[in-house]
């Protein structure tokens, strides 16, 4: 298995413009999250899939940030307009549940994608 | 929000010497996990252990945990330069939406000096 795959690796854009992350998950797997990573905070949760239904966006920061899941091997984030503050590394990661309240398997992370807005 | 936090927040050490990390956290969990970050890399998943569970070892690695204290520790013996990584505690458990997810700590940067 390929793993977690993300891309781009890297991503410059200018203050105002549209961004979007993607990211395939393990097959098999069937939860899916994103987490943003920065120095000052450190790796926070934005948005928890199961079964392609976001389960909890509650660590969403605001209305730019958008995430989809269309189908089980495809998931989009995209922030609209993006801004400086939200240049960090963000990672997508992906696990199989058996069961509500059981343990996330095979947790498998993707290399994550550099976002630097200027 | 942070459910785990470890410490210390950084470890400098000598190879050959054992690395000790500490994650304390707040709430019940269903289990606690512990992964590592190598510089501009993603997080690989190192060891799990369930809330039911005292210890547990994989190679050079140990790991506790005490429910009552709401703490664990992961011991790294004879370290290598290799070890030199950012090492991350994880909690599953149940979110404020209810759903159980992983949430990580801050982390602990290792450096093992050759």
């Known amino acids: 298995d390929a793993g977690v795959i993300q891309s781009p690796r890297h991503e410059v854009t200018e203050m105002g413009q549209e961004v979007t992350l993607r990211c395939k998950p393990i097959?098999?797997?069937?939860?899916l999250f994103w987490y943003r990573q920065t120095m000052m905070r450190g790796l926070e949760l934005l948005i928890y899939f199961n079964n392609n239904v976001p389960i909890d966006d509650s660590g969403m920061p605001e209305d730019r940030f958008s995430a989809k899941m269309p189908n089980a091997s495809f998931s989009t984030l995209k922030i609209q307009p993006s801004e400086p503050r939200d240049s960090a590394v963000y990672f997508c990661?992906?696990?199989?549940?058996?069961?509500?309240?059981?343990?996330?398997?095979?947790?498998?992370f993707g290399s994550g994608t550099r976002l630097t807005v200027v | 929000s942070q459910q785990g936090e470890e410490d210390p927040q950084a470890l400098s050490i000598q190879e050959g010497e054992n690395a000790t990390m500490n994650c304390s956290y707040k709430?019940?969990?269903?289990?606690l996990q512990w992964y590592r970050q190598n510089s501009g890399r993603g997080l690989v998943h190192l060891i799990l252990i369930r809330s039911n569970e005292r210890e547990k070892h994989s190679g050079r690695l140990r790991v506790t945990l005490d429910t009552s204290k709401k703490s664990s520790s992961l011991l790294i013996t004879a370290s290598r330069a290799a070890d030199t990584a950012s090492y991350f505690c994880?909690?599953?458990?149940?979110?404020?939406?209810?759903?159980?997810?992983?949430?990580f700590g801050k982390g602990t940067k290792l450096s093992v000096i050759p």
């Open positions: 709430t019940s969990i269903n289990n």
């Open positions: 097959s098999g797997h069937n939860s």
């Open positions: 994880a909690t599953d458990a149940k979110s404020g939406a209810g759903s159980y997810q992983l949430t």
């Open positions: 990661a992906s696990s199989f549940l058996a069961r509500t309240g059981g343990d996330h398997y095979g947790y498998t």
